[in-house]
C-alpha cells in the first residue's frame, strides 16, 4: 500500500567490495514504494553491507541504487536524510542502562535540534514539549510498543526488556524521525515462531502506513519482495546440515544462536572497516 512518504527502492548489479573480497554483489531489487522487502540469507553473506549501502551509510563498489528520487551511490547524504535504520547490532544499540522513556527522550531532543527549522527550534518551550511528545506517542503506536505493558512503564530499564520489546523500541526511536524508508536488521534472531509472525506483521503495518521497509532476516515471508545474498546451493545444503545437528543436540542449538549474533555483529563492524560509514 504507497503512502505519501514511501519511496520505491531499486537496484541494479549493485555490490560492495572491501579488503577482504566483496560482502555482496550482482544485487537486483525492484520495490514499489510501501513495499516489504526481505534481505534473506545466512549471516556472513552481507546482508548487513546491502542494508546499510541501501539506506546510504556505505559507498558501493559497482551498480546502481536508488531510493525514491536520490541515486546511489552519487546522493548519499540525500538517501540518508529520508532513512532510518532500528535493530543493526553496533551501530544502533540500545544503552542497557538507559529508561525507554530516556531513550526516546534523547531521540526527539535530537531529532528536533538537528532535523527542525529555525522558526520550530524558537517556539516556546510548550509547543517544542507537545510537538516532542506527540512524535513519541505516534511513534510508539506505530511500532506497538504499549506504555501500560511493560513492568515500569517508561520507566523500564531496556536491560528489563523483552527480546521483542527491544526491538519494538528500536523501531519506535527510528520512526520518530518521520523516515520515508527504515531499514532492520536481525528481524529474526532469537525469536519463537510465534514472535516472528509479529515482527513481520509490525513491519507489514509500517509499510502499509507510508514508510517503505527494508528487512534483514534469515527466512523471509511469503508476501515480501526478497532479495537473496547466499548461493541457493549453499544455502540449502548449509541450513540442512545445522538443522538437522541442532535437533540432535538442543545445547548446540543454543550456541548457535549466539554464535548467529556474534557473527553478525562481526560482520556490521568488518562492514564498516572494510568500505567505511558514508
Known amino acids: 500500500m504507497d503512502g505519501p512518504n514511501a519511496v520505491a ?20 531489487i525492484d520495490a514499489e514504494p510501501g513495499a516489504l522487502v526481505a534481505v534473506e540469507g545466512p549471516s556472513g553473506s552481507g546482508r548487513t553491507c546491502l542494508l546499510l549501502a541501501l539506506t546510504g551509510r556505505m559507498r558501493p563498489t559497482e551498480g546502481t541504487a536508488s531510493a525514491g528520487p536520490f541515486r546511489l551511490p552519487k546522493q ?7 532513512s532510518a535504520l532500528a535493530h543493526v547490532p553496533g551501530v544502533t544499540d540500545l544503552d542497557p542502562a538507559l529508561t525507554v522513556e530516556e531513550h526516546l527522550r534523547e531521540r526527539a531532543l535530537l531529532q528536533r535540534r538537528f532535523d527542525g527549522s529555525l522558526r520550530a527550534l524558537l517556539r516556546p518551550r510548550a509547543e517544542r514539549a507537545a510537538a516532542s511528545r506527540l512524535r513519541i506517542d505516534t511513534a510508539l503506536a506505530a511500532a506497538g510498543l ?10 523500564t530499564a ?8 527491544a526491538l519494538r523500541l528500536s523501531v519506535a526511536l527510528a520512526l520518530i524521525g518521520r523516515p ?5 536488521d536481525d528481524t529474526d534472531l532469537k525469536l519463537s515462531d510465534a ?7 509490525l513491519l507489514r503495518s509500517v509499510a502499509a502506513s507510508g514508510t517503505t ?10 508476501d515480501a519482495v526478497v532479495v537473496s545474498t547466499a548461493p541457493a546451493e549453499k544455502t540449502a545444503n548449509t541450513e540442512n546440515g545445522e538443522n538437522t545437528a541442532n535437533a540432535e543436540h538442543p545445547a548446540r542449538a543454543g550456541k548457535a544462536a549466539q554464535d ?18 558514508a
Do not use: M, Y
Open 9 to 28: 527502492v531499486s537496484a541494479e548489479g549493485f555490490g560492495l567490495k572491501g579488503p577482504r573480497g566483496w560482502a555482496f554483489r550482482g544485487v537486483d
Open 76 to 82: 548519499l547524504s540525500a538517501v540518508r536524510r529520508i
Open 146 to 155: 504499549d506504555r501500560e505493558s511493560l513492568p515500569k512503564g517508561t520507566r
Open 158 to 165: 531496556v536491560r528489563d526488556l523483552q527480546r521483542i520489546e
Open 180 to 184: 520515508r524508508l527504515l531499514g532492520i
Open 195 to 201: 514472535e516472528r509472525a509479529e515482527v513481520w506483521d
Open 213 to 222: 521497509v527494508v528487512a534483514v532476516c534469515s527466512e523471509a515471508p511469503k
Open 260 to 277: 548467529e549474533t556474534d557473527k553478525n555483529k562481526k560482520e556490521t563492524a568488518d562492514a564498516l572497516a572494510e568500505a567505511g560509514r
